[in-house]
């Protein structure tokens, strides 16, 4: 379920961010969603109980190390920002496009990276 989700929300990113007059910030949040979803469903394949957080850094060093280093490598921090500074005002600069279109190629890279290593899990598994 985790993973479908993820690939919901990402897929309202993406039309949300086709849409005239989008609002930026809410692609940035349905971007940081999908990629906090991707996360806790490899969490879940590990079988690690996905905690109430949203910083994906964290999320992703509870897994083993090889996976938190691939997940690491994508500039996850660049999208958790979006947890916070895309449901709450506070003195920080409002997300432009540009910041849509690079939170929407992150989540894609995350759950790229994701389903590859549950596609590797599940090989291991019937191997």
Same mark, same amino acid.
Request: aromatic share 6%; with cysteine.
């Given at each position: !379920?985790?993973?479908?989700?993820?690939?919901? =929300?990402?897929? !309202?990113?993406?039309?949300?961010? $086709? !849409?005239?007059?989008?609002?930026?910030?809410?692609?940035?949040?349905?971007?940081?969603?999908?990629?906090? /979803?991707?996360? /806790? %469903? #490899?969490?879940?394949?590990?079988? +690690?109980?996905?905690?109430?957080?949203? =910083?994906?850094? @964290?999320? %992703? #060093? @509870? #897994?083993?190390?090889?996976?938190? *280093?691939?997940?690491?490598? +994508? =500039?996850? *921090?660049?999208?958790?920002?979006?947890? +916070?500074?895309?449901?709450?005002?506070?003195?920080?600069?409002?997300?432009?496009?540009? =910041?849509? &279109?690079?939170?929407? $190629? #992150?989540?894609?890279?995350?759950?790229?990276?994701?389903?590859?290593?549950? *596609?590797?899990? &599940? *090989?291991? +598994?019937?191997?």
């Amino acid at each position: !379920m985790w993973l479908r989700w993820a690939s919901e =929300d990402l897929v !309202m990113a993406e039309r949300a961010h $086709q !849409m005239e007059g989008f609002v930026p910030r809410g692609v940035c949040l349905w971007s940081h969603q999908s990629g906090e /979803k991707a996360v /806790k %469903a #490899l969490l879940v394949a590990y079988d +690690i109980d996905p905690p109430k957080q949203h =910083d994906l850094a @964290r999320l %992703a #060093l @509870r #897994l083993p190390a090889s996976a938190a *280093d691939a997940l690491l490598a +994508i =500039d996850v *921090d660049e999208l958790s920002r979006w947890a +916070i500074e895309g449901r709450y005002p506070a003195d920080l600069d409002e997300a432009q496009e540009a =910041d849509a &279109t690079r939170a929407i $190629q #992150l989540a894609g890279d995350v759950l790229r990276f994701v389903r590859s290593l549950l *596609d590797e899990l &599940t *090989d291991g +598994i019937g191997a």
